[in-house]
Protein backbone atom coordinates (compact mmCIF):
# COMPACT_ATOMS: atom_id res chain seq x y z
CA UNK A 1 0.00 0.00 0.00
CA UNK A 2 1.26 3.03 -0.68
CA UNK A 3 2.12 5.83 1.60
CA UNK A 4 -0.78 8.12 0.32
CA UNK A 5 -3.06 5.33 0.29
CA UNK A 6 -2.52 4.56 4.16
CA UNK A 7 -2.71 8.20 4.76
CA UNK A 8 -5.64 8.45 3.72
CA UNK A 9 -7.12 5.17 5.10
CA UNK A 10 -5.79 6.60 8.37
CA UNK A 11 -7.76 10.01 7.61
CA UNK A 12 -11.16 8.20 6.71
CA UNK A 13 -10.40 5.68 9.86
CA UNK A 14 -9.78 8.47 12.15
CA UNK A 15 -13.05 10.88 10.48
CA UNK A 16 -15.40 7.41 11.48
CA UNK A 17 -13.96 7.76 15.26
CA UNK A 18 -14.66 11.19 15.16
CA UNK A 19 -18.42 10.79 13.96
CA UNK A 20 -18.43 8.51 16.94
CA UNK A 21 -17.83 11.20 19.59
CA UNK A 22 -19.93 13.98 17.41
CA UNK A 23 -22.95 11.71 17.40
CA UNK A 24 -22.53 11.16 21.24
CA UNK A 25 -22.59 7.70 20.60
CA UNK A 26 -20.07 6.85 23.14
CA UNK A 27 -20.53 9.51 25.69
CA UNK A 28 -21.14 7.38 28.80
CA UNK A 29 -17.49 6.15 28.40
CA UNK A 30 -15.69 9.08 28.01
CA UNK A 31 -16.74 9.57 31.79
CA UNK A 32 -14.61 6.10 32.52
CA UNK A 33 -10.76 5.24 31.72
CA UNK A 34 -10.46 1.67 30.29
CA UNK A 35 -8.48 0.30 33.48
CA UNK A 36 -11.30 1.82 35.72
CA UNK A 37 -14.02 0.49 33.48
CA UNK A 38 -11.64 -3.51 33.61
CA UNK A 39 -12.03 -3.03 37.54
CA UNK A 40 -15.54 -2.34 37.51
CA UNK A 41 -16.44 -5.63 35.67
CA UNK A 42 -13.73 -7.70 37.08
CA UNK A 43 -15.82 -6.56 40.77
CA UNK A 44 -19.26 -7.43 39.47
CA UNK A 45 -17.89 -10.99 38.89
CA UNK A 46 -15.36 -11.20 41.96
CA UNK A 47 -16.90 -9.42 44.71
CA UNK A 48 -14.89 -9.40 47.87
CA UNK A 49 -11.77 -9.25 45.39
CA UNK A 50 -8.16 -8.61 46.88
CA UNK A 51 -6.03 -6.03 45.01
CA UNK A 52 -3.77 -7.96 44.24
CA UNK A 53 -5.94 -10.53 42.37
CA UNK A 54 -7.79 -7.51 40.86
CA UNK A 55 -3.98 -6.70 39.20
CA UNK A 56 -2.72 -9.70 38.29
CA UNK A 57 -6.35 -10.99 36.49
CA UNK A 58 -6.56 -7.75 34.48
CA UNK A 59 -2.59 -7.99 33.73
CA UNK A 60 -2.13 -4.36 35.25
CA UNK A 61 0.74 -3.03 37.42
CA UNK A 62 -0.05 -3.26 41.38
CA UNK A 63 0.53 0.72 41.29
CA UNK A 64 -1.57 1.20 38.69
CA UNK A 65 -4.35 -0.57 40.04
CA UNK A 66 -4.28 1.08 43.33
CA UNK A 67 -4.85 4.40 42.26
CA UNK A 68 -7.45 3.00 39.67
CA UNK A 69 -9.15 1.88 43.19
CA UNK A 70 -8.72 5.19 45.12
CA UNK A 71 -10.52 6.64 42.36
CA UNK A 72 -13.34 4.35 42.34
CA UNK A 73 -13.70 4.46 45.32
CA UNK A 74 -13.88 8.41 45.66
CA UNK A 75 -16.77 8.15 43.40
CA UNK A 76 -18.35 5.63 45.86
CA UNK A 77 -18.14 2.68 43.25
CA UNK A 78 -16.55 0.16 45.24
CA UNK A 79 -15.53 0.02 48.79
CA UNK A 80 -12.48 -1.22 50.78
CA UNK A 81 -12.63 -3.71 54.09
CA UNK A 82 -10.39 -4.17 56.11
CA UNK A 83 -9.80 -8.24 57.09
CA UNK A 84 -10.38 -7.68 60.81
CA UNK A 85 -8.39 -11.25 61.32
CA UNK A 86 -5.67 -9.71 59.01
CA UNK A 87 -5.15 -6.31 59.32
CA UNK A 88 -3.15 -6.07 56.50
CA UNK A 89 -5.83 -7.85 54.49
CA UNK A 90 -8.19 -5.60 52.09
CA UNK A 91 -10.93 -6.93 50.61
CA UNK A 92 -12.43 -4.64 47.55
CA UNK A 93 -16.34 -4.71 46.56
CA UNK A 94 -18.43 -2.91 44.40
CA UNK A 95 -21.15 -0.72 46.11
CA UNK A 96 -25.15 -0.44 44.36
CA UNK A 97 -23.91 3.30 42.59
CA UNK A 98 -20.71 0.53 41.37
CA UNK A 99 -23.42 -2.24 40.47
CA UNK A 100 -25.48 0.17 38.45
CA UNK A 101 -22.89 2.35 36.47
CA UNK A 102 -20.98 -0.89 35.10
CA UNK A 103 -24.59 -2.23 34.18
CA UNK A 104 -25.51 0.83 32.61
CA UNK A 105 -22.06 0.68 30.86
CA UNK A 106 -22.33 -2.48 29.93
CA UNK A 107 -26.26 -1.86 28.46
CA UNK A 108 -24.78 0.83 26.47
CA UNK A 109 -21.95 -1.34 25.10
CA UNK A 110 -24.59 -4.14 24.39
CA UNK A 111 -26.90 -1.93 22.32
CA UNK A 112 -23.84 -0.12 20.66
CA UNK A 113 -22.77 -3.41 19.38
CA UNK A 114 -26.50 -4.65 18.62
CA UNK A 115 -26.99 -1.40 16.38
CA UNK A 116 -23.67 -2.10 14.48
CA UNK A 117 -24.25 -5.56 14.02
CA UNK A 118 -27.72 -5.02 12.97
CA UNK A 119 -27.25 -3.78 9.54
CA UNK A 120 -24.62 -6.15 9.28
CA UNK A 121 -25.04 -9.77 7.98
CA UNK A 122 -23.64 -12.79 9.59
CA UNK A 123 -20.89 -12.86 6.92
CA UNK A 124 -20.04 -9.05 6.82
CA UNK A 125 -19.62 -10.02 10.81
CA UNK A 126 -17.85 -12.68 10.57
CA UNK A 127 -15.68 -10.95 7.56
CA UNK A 128 -15.30 -7.66 10.36
CA UNK A 129 -14.10 -10.47 13.00
CA UNK A 130 -11.15 -11.70 10.76
CA UNK A 131 -10.56 -8.76 9.74
CA UNK A 132 -9.64 -7.29 13.45
CA UNK A 133 -8.18 -10.08 14.53
CA UNK A 134 -5.66 -10.09 12.06
CA UNK A 135 -5.33 -6.34 12.29
CA UNK A 136 -4.56 -7.02 16.36
CA UNK A 137 -2.64 -10.20 15.68
CA UNK A 138 0.44 -9.55 17.83
CA UNK A 139 2.70 -11.10 15.42
CA UNK A 140 2.21 -9.27 12.22
CA UNK A 141 1.64 -6.06 14.79
CA UNK A 142 5.17 -5.97 15.76
CA UNK A 143 6.15 -6.20 12.27
CA UNK A 144 4.35 -3.46 10.97
CA UNK A 145 5.10 -1.65 14.37
CA UNK A 146 8.86 -1.82 13.65
CA UNK A 147 8.13 -0.63 10.07
CA UNK A 148 6.69 2.30 11.38
CA UNK A 149 8.87 3.05 14.27
CA UNK A 150 12.14 2.80 12.55
CA UNK A 151 11.43 2.51 8.74
CA UNK A 152 11.60 -0.80 8.36
Known amino acids: MSDDKLKEN ?6 LID ?3 EDGIIDIFEQINQSDFRILNYLLHNNDAHPSDIASSLSLTRSNTA ?3 KNLENKNYLTRVINET ?4 IFVS ?8 VNLCNTQLELLLKGWFSVLSQEEIDTLFSLVKKALDPKSMSNKLK ?5 G
Open 67 to 69: AAL
Open 10 to 15: IKAFLN
Open 19 to 21: KLY
Open 94 to 101: LTEEGKNY
Open 147 to 151: EFTFG
Open 86 to 89: NRRQ
